[in-house]
């Protein structure tokens, strides 16, 4: 009898030794949204806030050739889609997700992993996109945006560094 | 026979005696007898050396780059973190060629600029053809802009290998693997006999066949004694993974160069770094990873399936 008290006790002992090391579930990773330390959205010269010129401005809906402003904006991302895919016709001062959602231009990367959510899944671990500052601490990621110009994404080409010198050249 | 043969010459001891004595004397500049000069010439081995003699060495160091360069060069010795072990990786599918990566290196690591010594060496490969062989490479490719269609390109440094055969070459192991993996040389311990680099199946070491040219305005004054240092005629030296960067914390200076975020780095001992990610998701290879040699570079490919 004595043998059975002393295995209960440390049945007992063990169950609240586990409560101890584990009090609260942790929520799952989705329930935060994890915040990134990104650089501030690269905005062209005085283009933002939106609402600037947009405020009191009719929305028009229908995609046409821009005129009046914006005209360098030729959108060879998305053929056949238009600027409220993206921007919120209500606010112009943040972007609209396809299920209705507002998303900050500082987090626009949720807009672009609508899409690109594989490409999203690798920048968050870290594999896709420049990453700088502390392998071990604080690092500096960069918005989608920075690299790739939202209305014509592809990469831009570039001029490279010059070649090492041949060994014929070496004089 | 033999007794007459003792008296006529010089027996072997006192021949061997005074030409050491006589070799010696030619040998020794007399006349650059400072103590520097003789501190230097009876260095110790960097792992043989406590803290003390390190600092010495260090303050010696510092001194004589001051007078050469008429600037403060510092010369760190930052330990191995423990718990680390650096990896390196490099995304083939964005990499464009573009060699930032390669001047970066040269700037933030001091390397000669005339002799002309890079440590990141990039490879141009024709798409669709046998994937790497090495001897269809370009290096000297020049085009006006990159990335070129029909071409793939592939930088090249040291691959900081688990089991590095350099490391077995060298004759008086000047370099070794440190505690965080990277291979590393101690310059005051280099006889420059090259062996590593006939030994090296990546091509990843370089020598000075001149005392290194770089303006003293242009030197990188933040160095650590087996990485970044002004070197000397006559030693071998290789990518460190940055280590005075690196043991800081930093990233490399490839890595905040690159302009497509191809390069990737972190500790292989931590699940939570890209390192590990990428090695756990990503389709990865090692550079002829046939040879044993366990490099910890690791080449992948982000994009496409």
Request: net charge positive; glycine share 6%.
């Amino acid at each position: 009898m004595k043998k059975y008290r002393l295995t209960a006790l440390i049945f007992i002992g063990l169950l609240f030794s586990l409560f101890w090391a584990f009090p609260v579930p942790a929520p799952a990773d989705e329930d935060i949204p994890k915040k990134f330390f990104v650089a501030p959205p690269p905005f062209s010269e005085g283009i933002f806030p939106c609402s600037q010129c947009h405020k009191g401005m009719p929305v028009n809906r229908t995609p046409r050739k821009l005129e009046q402003m914006h005209q360098d904006i030729v959108l060879r991302h998305m053929p056949g889609g238009w600027c409220f895919d993206c921007h919120n016709p209500n606010n112009r001062d943040t972007l609209r997700l396809a299920n209705g959602n507002v998303v900050q231009f500082e987090e626009s990367y949720n807009l672009c992993g609508q899409c690109h959510g594989t490409v999203l899944r690798d920048w968050k671990m870290g594999i896709h996109g420049k990453r700088t500052g502390m392998w071990n601490g604080e690092k500096q990621y960069l918005l989608c945006v920075h690299c790739h110009w939202p209305h014509d994404p592809k990469f831009k080409s570039i001029k490279p560094l010059p070649p090492p010198i041949q060994p014929s050249d070496i004089r | 026979m033999t007794e007459k043969k003792a008296e006529k010459y010089i027996d072997r001891r006192t021949f061997l005696r005074g030409a050491a004595l006589g070799l010696a004397a030619t040998a020794l500049p007399l006349d650059k007898a400072d103590a520097s000069f003789w501190e230097a010439f009876f260095q110790k081995y960097y792992r043989e050396m406590n803290e003390e003699e390190k600092k010495k060495v260090i303050q010696r160091l510092e001194k004589e780059y001051a007078q050469k360069y008429k600037k403060e060069i510092k010369v760190g010795d930052e330990k191995a973190l423990p718990g680390v072990l650096f990896g390196y990786g490099l995304d083939l599918s964005r990499c464009i060629g573009c060699r930032r990566c390669v001047y970066a290196c040269v700037d933030e690591n001091n390397q000669s600029k005339d002799p002309q010594i890079h440590w990141i060496t990039v490879l141009r490969f024709k798409k669709g053809e046998k994937f790497l062989d090495l001897e269809e490479s370009e290096k000297y490719y020049n085009p006006s802009q990159v990335p070129e269609p029909g071409y793939f390109y592939m930088p090249v440094q040291c691959q900081q290998c688990e089991n590095p055969p350099c490391v077995k070459a060298c004759p008086t192991q000047a370099t070794w693997k440190e505690p965080d993996g990277i291979v590393v040389v101690d310059y005051n311990w280099c006889i420059g006999c090259r062996y590593c680099m006939a030994a090296c199946p990546y091509g990843a070491r370089r020598f000075n066949w001149t005392t290194p040219n770089r303006k003293p305005e242009e030197i990188n004054p933040k160095t650590h004694y087996l990485g970044n240092r002004p070197r000397y005629k006559g030693v071998v030296e290789k990518c460190t993974f940055c280590i005075q960067r690196t043991r800081n914390g930093r990233y490399p200076a490839c890595v905040e160069a690159c302009p497509v975020g191809a390069r990737k780095f972190g500790n292989l001992l931590d699940p939570d770094s890209e390192m590990r990610q990428l090695i756990e998701h990503k389709r990865v290879f090692r550079l002829k990873e046939d040879l044993n040699t366990n490099p910890k570079f690791y080449y992948f490919f982000a994009y496409g399936r």
